[in-house]
């Protein structure tokens, strides 16, 4: 049951049905949301029966969810597929399990992704599971019971491997049993990006989780089913004024869909460009802006108190580097967070609050979210709002380490009495970050044995 049968997407795709995936908590009109087909049993060789539901939640966006069953042998099994498009670069998400409450962390585990426990060395590689909803609980016990299983084949065949399988097991088990006197570390390294682990302090940032994007490798592309980039080629004057256009698909509704970029320089700041996307099926409307030029030899950042209305108008850039900050409503997006933007300042907290409300903690709704982390969430939200409305003044802080964000002043060229723009120098984390420690800029190629 690992790919999903042509007749299924065929019908998904049928020309009368223009929503594929239905979101899980509307009402499906259809007689048959879930499709039923005849099966073989891998187990008994017999014919079972498998399920299969297009749906849409919080969690992986749209997923297909698949159910066999077995009436001859009672073999039953179940896993979940992401529906949704690859996403831009891979992720590797990060948490310290230091309580029984860590255990009951929930976890989204993509078919993609690899999960290690970092202190045992153990790894589970991503084409022995299939995509799974579970806990972090769930990771170990399903770690136990599959190293278990071959245990007295081991044994016979090789008893040094029996030996050091048993110490990895009987590892995990002290994990399940007493995480407080044992901590241990979970890494999910995802190529496709379609991987979580739960927030617990969700809005406000995780202490115990640590989330890194990174670019694939052409194999990882090639794993995924992805076309290799296409060479760079060198634009010209002329074409660099030009609006260039990129054939895709709609990263909501996955119809095809156009991106629009351009390249322009914003005066008393540097050059950027400006990618756009428009889906005429769903509607659906996304820009994002990146960096053009040299790297900045140092970071920016930009407070700016928020006291009136007006101050919502201010043209701002926040690159895709840039993290924002308001200390009055206790909101930290880190860096990469929404991506690049160029909008004012109301247009961005707009996008923040309806990405906050839609994505940002799938894990405080639904009937798996805990009353009080619901009413935590609902507060948070609700002190966001009245920021868009300046009832309050607050403080708006840009921090972007490669120094590519941009907030309009309005008293140019002179002073802003209620904005001040800081240069700092990156620390090496940041610079490792960025995979700026390994630059050689100068005397290149002379010390290669350094």
């Known amino acids: 049951m690992s790919q999903v049968p042509p007749s299924v997407i065929a019908t998904a ?11 899980i908590g509307d009402s499906v009109e259809d007689d048959q ?44 099994n179940n896993e979940i597929q992401t529906g949704s498009a690859v996403r831009e670069k891979g992720s590797i998400h990060t948490c310290s399990i230091k309580s029984k409450t860590d255990l009951n962390r929930q976890v989204v585990k993509s078919e993609s992704a690899t999960v290690k426990f970092t202190e045992l060395n153990f790894e589970i590689p991503a084409a022995t599971q299939r995509g799974v909803l579970t806990t972090v ?15 007295p084949a081991r044994l016979i065949q090789d008893e040094a491997l029996h030996k050091g399988v048993q110490t990895v097991i009987d590892t995990l088990q002290i994990y399940l049993e007493s995480p407080s006197d044992n901590p241990f570390t979970i890494e999910i390294n995802d190529p496709a990006g379609n991987s979580y682990i739960e927030n617990m302090c969700a809005p406000q940032k995780d202490p115990q989780i640590s989330i ?20 760079n080629e060198e634009l010209d004057d002329d074409l660099l004024k030009e609006v260039h256009i990129f054939h895709g698909n709609c990263s909501r509704c996955n119809a095809p869909s156009d991106t629009r970029m351009h390249l322009m320089d914003i005066p008393h700041f540097k050059e950027v460009v400006i990618m756009a996307t428009d889906c005429e099926l769903c509607g659906y409307k996304s820009n ?19 006291k009136e209305i007006d101050d919502l108008n201010r043209d701002i850039l926040k690159s895709e580097t840039c993290g924002l900050e308001i200390p009055e409503i206790e909101l930290h997006l880190t860096t990469g967070t929404l991506g690049g933007r160029f909008t004012t300042v109301e247009g961005l907290l707009a996008q923040v609050y309806d990405e906050i409300k839609k994505t940002a903690s799938p894990f405080a709704s639904g009937d798996s979210g805990q009353e009080q982390r619901k009413q935590a969430f609902e507060n948070f939200l ?15 802080i840009l921090d972007d380490p490669l120094g590519n964000s941009y907030l309009q002043n309005i008293y140019a060229p002179d002073p802003d009495p209620d904005m001040t723009i800081e240069t700092y120098e990156r ?8 995979g700026l420690n390994d630059l050689v800029l100068e005397n290149y190629g002379e010390n290669k044995d350094v």
Not at 35 to 60: K, Y
Not at 382 to 396: F, H, R, S
């Open 13 to 23: 795709n049928a020309p009368e049905k223009e929503k594929m995936f239905n979101d």
């Open 288 to 306: 994002e802006v990146k960096a053009g030029g040299a790297i900045s030899s140092h970071g920016k950042r930009i407070t700016l108190n928020i």
């Open 382 to 396: 609700a002190k966001l709002q009245k920021a868009i409305k300046v009832e309050m003044p607050y403080t708006l």
């Open 137 to 151: 609980e769930g990771l170990v016990s399903k770690s136990i019971e599959g190293l278990s299983a071959m245990q």
């Open 33 to 76: 949301p879930v499709t039923v087909i005849e099966s073989l049993c891998m187990n008994c060789f017999e014919n079972g029966e498998s399920r299969i539901m297009l749906t849409l939640i919080p969690h992986f966006r749209e997923i297909i969810l698949m159910c066999f069953e077995c009436p001859h042998c009672g073999f039953k």
């Open 212 to 231: 890194k994007e990174f670019e694939r490798t052409a194999v990882q592309n090639e794993e995924l089913g992805l076309q290799p980039a296409p060479e």
């Open 427 to 434: 620390d090496y984390e940041q610079n490792e970050a960025f």
